[in-house]
């Protein structure tokens, strides 16, 4: 079975220091691996995806992140965080079958002036 | 163009009521998605509509339960409500099972059970 463990449920960093929110998954086989971000009264947004191309994902916004097989992590990175970066992250693995989404517990940003 | 649309954005039942969620997805777009965001829990899958049909469901009892329409939109019923049915339910679509890895998702609805 599918599984994500978001390490950290909540990260807080200055503005313009880098990003780190850690995620790491467990699967019987190569997984699909999705970070979404939900900003207060809106809904989930895909922010990138891995599907077994590149190890290095690059998405919306200057996040991006990598997929390490050997560590089964999946951690999602920022150079420097923006105050409009403030949000809850969701790391999320397909799971057995195409319909199913797991989504991870969320890890709360918090980005100080 | 319009994206995924729910209402109400607040709901406020008592407990044994019957709670009724609605969803329209994007234009185009033939699966429907209900997932319910409960404090501390994390989001958890409840439902699957694609072409009209229930195609799955999650681990919750059978008194939650919805439909699709003819013109895609979803219904997602809630009865004999209890007070831990109180969370964020959202609602997604995406345009089939073939893509259905992307998942655009709505604003959700609050339900809140006293």
């Known amino acids: 079975a599918q599984s994500v463990t978001q390490l950290d449920s909540h990260v807080s960093v200055s503005e313009g220091t880098p990003v780190l929110l850690r995620c790491n998954y467990s699967?019987?086989?190569?997984?699909?691996l999705f970070w979404y971000v939900q900003h207060p009264n809106k809904g989930l947004q895909l922010l990138l995806k891995y599907t077994s191309a590149a190890t290095l994902v690059k998405g919306i916004n200057g996040f991006e992140a990598e997929f390490k097989k050997s560590e089964t992590s999946f951690h999602l990175t920022k150079p420097s965080a923006h105050m409009s970066d403030a949000a809850e992250y969701f790391c999320?693995?397909?799971?057995?079958?195409?319909?199913?989404?797991?989504f991870g517990s969320g890890t709360r940003l918090l980005v100080r002036p | 163009e319009a994206g995924v649309t729910q209402s109400p954005t607040h709901l406020i039942k008592t407990r044994g009521q019957q709670a009724t969620l609605r969803c329209s997805p994007i234009s185009g777009h033939t699966s429907v998605y209900w997932y319910q965001q409960a404090l501390g829990l994390g989001l958890q899958f409840l439902l699957w509509?694609?072409?009209?049909?229930?195609?799955n469901r999650g681990n919750f009892p059978p008194r939650f339960s919805g439909r699709q329409f003819p013109n895609y939109s979803s219904e997602l019923n809630v009865n004999a409500l209890e007070l831990e049915d109180s969370a964020l339910y959202l609602c997604?679509?995406?345009?089939?099972?073939?893509?259905?890895?992307?998942?655009?998702f709505g604003s959700g609805t609050q339900l809140s059970v006293l």
């Open positions: 509509y694609d072409e009209g049909e229930e195609r």
């Open positions: 999320v693995v397909r799971g057995d079958s195409s319909y199913k989404l797991i």
């Open positions: 699967s019987s086989y190569s997984p699909s």
């Open positions: 997604a679509s995406s345009g089939g099972t073939a893509t259905n890895e992307k998942l655009f």
